[in-house]
């Protein structure tokens, strides 16, 4: 639901009109999540203490855990929830747009009273908020790559469904390549190199039948996805699965704590106690954003995607910039693989990414093709998956089957429209034929 209002041209110019459009959307999300939290809270009203732990045994400056009433800190949240509505909704009514900072608080406080509800009727009251900051940010190292393939992908020109398939190959290829050198520091090194070439392999694929021979891109992404899904789940079944001990038992990835900054209470253990692969996810996020939007590349790049013809027309070879920028993206997916198994120490096995590349895909659509706002959808995400396993770990009375669809839920939501004006580059998707 929107409204369209019209501001009339200074007397004094000829400019055109200036349109805005103001949307209804963050007032009737808030209100019906409000509505849902009442009646949550009311019908299903848990009676007791949560307990927040904010620091970990080893954590260097200990803080103090934080017990809250449920009854009482559940209703303080409906009412600031309800307050954060009315706010949103006079914004609206004020012709003035809602802020990215107004839907944060809403979320926090929202999160905030569903945290003490769930927590005090379960069998141990207490959240552990390190451990559950920390998995969010390790579940989400596989989404915040395959996002930046896909900003990239698309902001060129190129819909790369085959995200899925990247992440799964550079998996596949870094848990054989790291088991097979055996070195606890060269096979994961190695690992890694794997993952980004075999990345680059299958975005060669998708780029030279998309690009070169006009195939369409989406067709080209599923038929890619269910190829690699084949060929791993084949060479598992046959090669790997007999030689699991020399194949398939790739070493994990290290910690690499960060010293002073690994002792912050809290973000530290989120952000600086991780592995080198996610200290290349941070390098990775600021040079996609800085290249994108602050160099020469970035702006060829983004002239590509939105008017190729233009693009041309200046001397920018359309073709090359694609073909080239939709391979980068591919090793930067590939890279993500290999979290799933030299990064989490885990052998490989068929299908294991579940999904991965798809709900990067969704974050790339929730962030409007941003890195930086994709990077924090996929942390969402990733934040929803680790809140589904902490409440089933101290056994929430929230049901278990809600919690497993509640990742796929929020991705759901998120491409429905939750997002406001969803408008992705305008070539995306639209082969460039030279005339």
Avoid at 232 to 247: D, E, G, I, K, R
């Amino acid at each position: 639901m929107s409204t369209v209002t019209t501001t009339p041209a200074a007397p004094v110019t000829d400019a055109l009109d200036k349109t805005v459009v103001v949307s209804w959307k963050a007032p009737i999300a808030f209100a019906i999540f409000t509505v849902l939290a009442a009646v949550l809270f009311a019908a299903a009203g848990s009676h007791g203490e949560a307990t927040f732990r904010l620091s970990q045994g080893n954590d260097v400056l200990q803080l103090p855990d934080v017990t809250l009433s449920s009854e009482v800190t559940s209703w303080i949240c409906v009412v600031l929830m309800a307050a954060i509505t009315v706010v949103s909704a006079l914004l609206v009514r004020a012709k003035r747009k809602v802020g990215i900072w107004l839907v944060a608080l809403f979320a926090v406080i929202f999160l905030l009273g569903f945290l003490t509800w769930a927590a005090a009727g379960s069998r141990t009251p207490v959240i552990p908020l390190p451990g559950l900051l920390a998995s969010a940010l390790s579940l989400s190292v596989p989404l915040i790559f395959g996002s930046l393939c896909g900003v990239i992908s698309e902001r060129v020109g190129v819909v790369n469904i085959a995200i899925e398939g990247q992440l799964l190959a550079g998996a596949f290829t870094s848990a054989v390549v790291a088991s097979a050198v055996g070195n606890a520091v060269m096979g994961p090194a190695l690992g890694m190199i794997a993952a980004a070439i075999s990345g680059v392999l299958v975005a060669f694929v998708l780029a030279a039948f998309s690009i070169k021979y006009f195939v369409d891109q989406v067709i080209v992404g599923v038929v890619l996805n269910v190829l690699v899904l084949g060929l791993t789940s084949f060479m598992f079944s046959q090669v790997l699965a007999p030689n699991a001990a020399v194949l398939n038992s790739p070493p994990r990835l290290e910690r690499l704590p960060i010293p002073v900054l690994s002792e912050i209470p809290l973000i530290g253990p989120m952000f600086f106690r991780q592995t080198i692969l996610v200290y290349l996810m941070y390098i990775a996020v600021a040079v996609v954003y800085v290249g994108l939007f602050h160099t020469r590349w970035g702006l060829r790049l983004r002239s590509v995607g939105e008017h190729p013809q233009a693009a041309d027309t200046v001397g920018i070879n359309v073709t090359g910039t694609r073909f080239w920028n939709v391979s980068l993206a591919g090793a930067i997916a590939g890279l993500g693989g290999a979290f799933f198994t030299i990064g989490s120490g885990i052998a490989f096995s068929k299908e294991m990414t579940a999904g991965a590349g798809f709900i990067a895909l969704a974050a790339v659509i929730f962030g409007q093709w941003d890195p930086i706002k994709a990077t924090l959808a996929a942390l969402l995400f990733g934040f929803a998956t680790s809140l589904q396993v902490t409440l089933s770990i101290i056994g929430s009375p929230v049901p278990s089957e809600f919690m497993l669809m509640l990742p796929y839920l929020i991705t759901i939501l998120a491409v429905a429209g939750f997002v406001g004006k969803v408008r992705g580059p305008a070539a995306a998707g639209k082969p460039y034929i030279k005339s």
